[in-house]
């Protein structure tokens, strides 16, 4: 039974760094073409893809977001962590985690994500 | 502004049929890169409703259908319930951005 779990602040302060952990079960990182992204939610507005990280550790970042963004996964744990540096209230978002498995497949579980906002 | 272009809002009614349109270009739907399709309900994980541009995964009503032609897909619904009501994304791959994702900007599902 595959799932993803996110966690982390439910609230940072802009300039903070931002933290989340996704936690997997049910499927392993180690295993060929797996791959688990990072996508957000503002409020009212369209999902964004944040970041990729893949079964052999190769990593891709959002253009826009690339200079602030840090994927690394933790296979001993399970876990995957999206690490983003000086949060802004645009920032205030759902962060999902979720997995795909293929490098044009569809992402096939989610997590339920994890809101997360930025004010002072 | 979204590299795929859906229309923000479409309605019907009960037992009436809809089409979500995802318009693309040459650099993502139209290189051939597949097209999946999610549905959102406030306060759930996204759902994978199609994928490979007309496939539904287990459980999926086949109600729900997805097509690709081009450099545009389409999401078609029919025999609207009232449970349908949600907002739907299109998602797909850049040619120009290796790896990269690329959604586009939603569709709110308005069931009269």
């Known amino acids: 039974h595959v799932t993803l779990k996110e966690s982390g602040p439910a609230l940072v302060k802009p300039t903070q760094t931002l933290t989340l952990t996704c936690s997997i079960s049910g499927f392993s990182l180690t295993t060929n073409q797996m791959r688990v992204s990072w996508i957000r939610q503002p409020p009212g507005k369209a999902l964004e893809w944040l970041a990729r990280?893949?079964?052999?550790?190769?990593?891709f970042y959002s253009t826009s977001l690339k200079t602030r963004l840090t994927i690394s996964k933790d296979t001993s744990r399970n876990q995957v962590v999206l690490t983003m540096t000086n949060m802004d209230p645009v920032d205030t978002a759902t962060y999902y985690c979720?997995?795909?498995?293929?490098?044009?497949?569809?992402?096939?579980?989610w997590g339920q994500g994890t809101l997360v906002t930025v004010s002072s | 502004q979204s590299v795929l272009t859906q229309p923000p809002s479409v309605s019907g009614a009960p037992g009436q049929r809809v089409t979500i349109s995802c318009t693309g270009s040459s650099s993502n739907i139209g290189a051939g890169y597949d097209v999946h399709w999610y549905q959102l309900l406030p306060g759930t994980a996204p759902k994978l409703l199609i994928y490979v541009n007309r496939i539904r995964p287990s459980g999926v009503p086949d109600r729900f259908s997805g097509s690709k032609s081009g450099t545009s897909a389409s999401l078609t619904i029919t025999a609207l319930l009232a449970e349908d009501e949600a907002d739907y994304y299109c998602q797909s791959y850049d040619s120009r951005l290796p790896g990269h994702v690329v959604f586009g900007g939603g569709t709110k599902l308005t069931v009269l």
């Open positions: 990280i893949d079964w052999d550790d190769d990593k």
């Open positions: 979720a997995r795909h498995n293929d490098s044009s497949g569809p992402f096939d579980y």
